[in-house]
T-cell receptor
Framework: GAVVSQHPSWVICKSGTSVKIECRSLDFQATTMFWYRQFPKQSLMLMAT?????????EQGVEKDKFLINHASLTLSTLTVTSAHPEDSSFYIC????????????????FGAGTRLSVL | AQSVTQPDIHITVSEGASLELRCNYSYGATPYLFWYVQSPGQGLQLLLKYFSGDTLVQGIKGFEAEFKRSQSSFNLRKPSVHWSDAAEYFCAVGATGGYNKLIFGAGTRLAVHP
């Protein structure tokens, strides 16, 4: 159980185009999902917290208009990188929390396999 | 503010040897602690967690970790490492307030020699 699917796993796009990444919880419902960015050989950097039915909460320094997040249902959150540029090339990872678990387990985040974005 | 320190950036061990990865945290109360593993080009997989109770927790793949409040540590151990254990290991603490996000350490890259 607790499977998170992230799609696509790898995307190449031209500079100036937009790219959408999907994050789905397959066997549980997630009111909260998280989007991370990871640079090579570095830790995860939290970009934003995605909340079902409301606006995302962005971390300091993350451009809201560049990274659009939509959490329209209890099983799906999307991250759209708008007008992508080469500096946006990175590994993006999503995670989800099962809101129906007991209080302690609520802190567990289940991660997708990540999306490697290359902007030419 | 909560923080997590993993002092070792890179560790190399021989296959069959024992392993200990260090993790220190900064937190005011009893923390929620996690160890995740990441294989190259993949997402993170939960190895084990500590919420309360027994301070020695068992996880998947033969890993265990011990919570020591006096040392603010949550070190990960494995008695005999396999070549397939080569990966990046992240320690994390669950933050309180807000959306209870995870605070990650910088990670420890484990290499295993045959």
């Amino acid at each position: 159980g607790a499977v998170v699917s992230q799609h696509p796993s790898w995307v190449i796009c031209k500079s100036g185009t937009s790219v959408k990444i999907e994050c789905r919880s397959l066997d549980f419902q997630a009111t909260t999902m998280f989007w991370y960015r990871q640079f090579p050989k570095q830790s995860l950097m939290l970009m934003a917290t995605s909340n079902e039915g409301s606006k995302a909460t962005y971390e300091q320094g993350v451009e809201k208009d560049k990274f659009l997040i939509n959490h329209a249902s209890l099983t799906l959150s999307t991250l759209t990188v708008t007008s992508a540029h080469p500096e946006d090339s990175s590994f993006y990872i999503c995670s989800a929390r099962d809101y129906q678990t007991a209080s302690g387990s609520y802190h567990i985040q289940y991660f997708g396999a990540g999306t490697r974005l290359s902007v030419l | 503010a909560q923080s997590v320190t993993q002092p070792d950036i890179h560790i190399t061990v021989s296959e069959g040897a024992s392993l200990e990865l260090r993790c220190n945290y900064s937190y005011g109360a009893t923390p929620y602690l996690f160890w995740y593993v990441q294989s190259p080009g993949q997402g993170l997989q939960l190895l084990l967690k500590y919420f309360s109770g027994d301070t020695l927790v068992q996880g998947i793949k033969g890993f265990e970790a011990e919570f020591k409040r006096s040392q603010s540590s949550f070190n990960l151990r494995k008695p005999s490492v396999h070549w397939s254990d080569a990966a990046e290991y992240f320690c994390a603490v669950g933050a309180t307030g807000g959306y209870n996000k995870l605070i990650f350490g910088a990670g420890t890259r484990l290499a295993v020699h045959p």
